[in-house]
């Protein structure tokens, strides 16, 4: 039943227009709790938005940083100035080839789109951008771990993209010297967009099982609640759970201890 104790991690397959925020705020709404998203969509993209609920919000710090994946259209020979077609052209391009495309892979340097997301002494860059503010963008060291070409026929291109958090694919279709049709995230770490279903609140834990897990007993809970360190090996990020499946928080192991670094229950 959705109220104030509702805690836990909704997938949403986003459409085009709502800004993250917006789909954050109807979460919020529907659920009664606080809510927060762990890495944000640009309105005009599609796909999967973590959303946290209650508790959960707590959790944002171990999921921000979670690779993504996409699919995306490029049409080739033509900059934008928003890196997709809701910009003004700003240049004509020789039209890239399979193998531009294919020598992005690895570690990339790429200047963050001036209609994105990031803020920019706090404000979003697309809300500048819209009231033609003129602003220097900064630039982003990425990792592009896979690329695939599904479709070459120029000047179009799909792509489908497995990268590092923070990697803006409109910035990759400006390197290639053109601007992003669409762009659609298929996935967030572990999760798949097609899991994604808005009116399913998943467990607490369920939000951290690309983490290294501990289950505790309940002397070992209640020291994790109050702050105390547990012995136990490993390095980072460790999800703590007891045996009737709660998430009592998230511990940092280092030199044989585990110390709670987040507390939930």
């Known amino acids: 039943m959705a109220g104030s104790s509702t805690s836990g991690l909704v997938l949403v397959d986003k459409p085009a227009g709502p800004s993250s925020f917006a789909v954050v705020d109807h979460l919020r709404k529907t659920f009664t709790t606080k809510a927060g998203h762990a890495g944000t969509l640009d309105p005009l993209a599609t796909g999967l938005l973590l959303v946290l609920l209650g508790r959960g919000t707590r959790l944002a710090?171990?999921?921000v940083g979670l690779d993504k994946r996409y699919v995306?259209?490029?049409r080739l020979g033509?900059?934008?100035s928003t890196g997709d077609g809701e910009g003004d052209v700003i240049e004509e391009t020789p039209v890239a080839t399979e193998r531009d495309m294919l020598a992005?892979?690895?570690?990339?340097?790429?200047?963050?789109?001036?209609?994105s997301a990031v803020k920019i002494e706090g404000e979003r860059a697309y809300r500048l951008h819209r009231r033609g503010v003129a602003v220097e963008m900064p630039t982003r060291r990425?990792?592009?771990?896979?690329?695939?070409?599904?479709?070459?026929?120029?000047?179009?291109?799909e792509l489908e993209l497995h990268v590092s958090s923070g990697t803006y694919v409109r910035a990759i279709a400006d390197a290639l010297g053109?601007?992003?049709?669409?762009?659609?995230?298929?996935?967030?770490?572990?999760?798949?967009?097609?899991?994604?279903?808005?009116?399913?609140?998943?467990p607490l834990l369920a939000a951290l099982v690309h983490l290294p897990e501990r289950?505790?007993?309940e002397e070992e809970a209640n020291l994790v609640r109050h702050g105390r360190r547990l012995p136990g090996e490993g390095e980072g990020p460790v999800a703590l759970w007891t045996g009737e499946g709660e998430l009592v928080g998230v511990g940092i192991a280092d030199g044989g201890t585990i110390r709670p670094e987040t507390v939930v229950a």
């Open 61 to 63: 710090r171990y999921l």
């Open 104 to 115: 992005l892979q690895g570690e990339v340097e790429l200047t963050v789109p001036a209609a």
């Open 178 to 202: 053109g601007h992003c049709r669409w762009l659609r995230r298929t996935a967030v770490g572990p999760f798949r967009v097609g899991d994604a279903d808005e009116s399913r609140v998943l």
């Open 72 to 74: 995306t259209e490029i």
């Open 78 to 80: 033509l900059r934008t």
């Open 142 to 157: 990425s990792e592009i771990f896979d690329l695939r070409i599904h479709r070459y026929a120029p000047p179009l291109v």
């Open 215 to 217: 289950e505790l007993d």
